[in-house]
């Protein structure tokens, strides 16, 4: 998340319309959640072990405060469901496999996140595009913007 969405605690303009298309679709009205800098702060207290998935199953402090409910081990356990692919899913899938090779790269690159990448393919390549773009040098320096040779500093 881009730190002007961190800081005014908003969510971007993608991830509100996936929750607007989604919720459309099934007939419900749905109030996004304001992530506020108090809540985020709160957040990075919790160790890693909470944040990142270790065996498979994602936000780990979330369902350990839904086993406290009632809720059935079948609903506070099931595997996260993706909220789709955005609208033109051939076109991602054909650029995905263009850009294979450089994802698997980069899976191995972040050895901390493998396990999830290698999953994930579109978010080891948008992984190594931030980087090279905000961490390495900054974008508004830089001369060439292609994917492989943005790709290949962060391997490099």
Not at 142 to 148: A, H, K, M, Q
């Amino acid at each position: 998340m881009l730190n002007f969405e961190l800081e005014r605690g908003q969510l971007s303009n993608f991830q509100l319309r996936l929750v607007d298309r989604h919720s459309m679709a099934h007939s419900l009205e749905v109030r996004v959640p304001f992530l506020g800098k108090y809540h985020r702060k709160e957040s990075y207290r919790l160790p890693n072990k909470w944040r990142l998935p270790v065996n498979g199953l994602e936000k780990a402090a979330l369902r350990s405060a839904a086993r406290l409910t009632e809720l059935p081990k079948q609903i506070t356990d099931r595997p996260k469901l993706p909220a789709g692919t955005a609208t033109s899913p051939n076109q991602l899938n054909s650029f995905l496999n263009e850009y294979d090779n450089y994802s698997r790269d980069l899976s191995k690159h972040y050895k901390k996140f493998t396990k999830v990448l290698d999953k994930q393919r579109d978010m080891a390549l948008g992984l190594g595009l931030f980087e090279a773009l905000h961490i390495i040098e900054p974008h508004h320096k830089r001369n060439n913007y292609s994917i492989e040779s943005l790709i290949e500093e962060v391997l490099a």
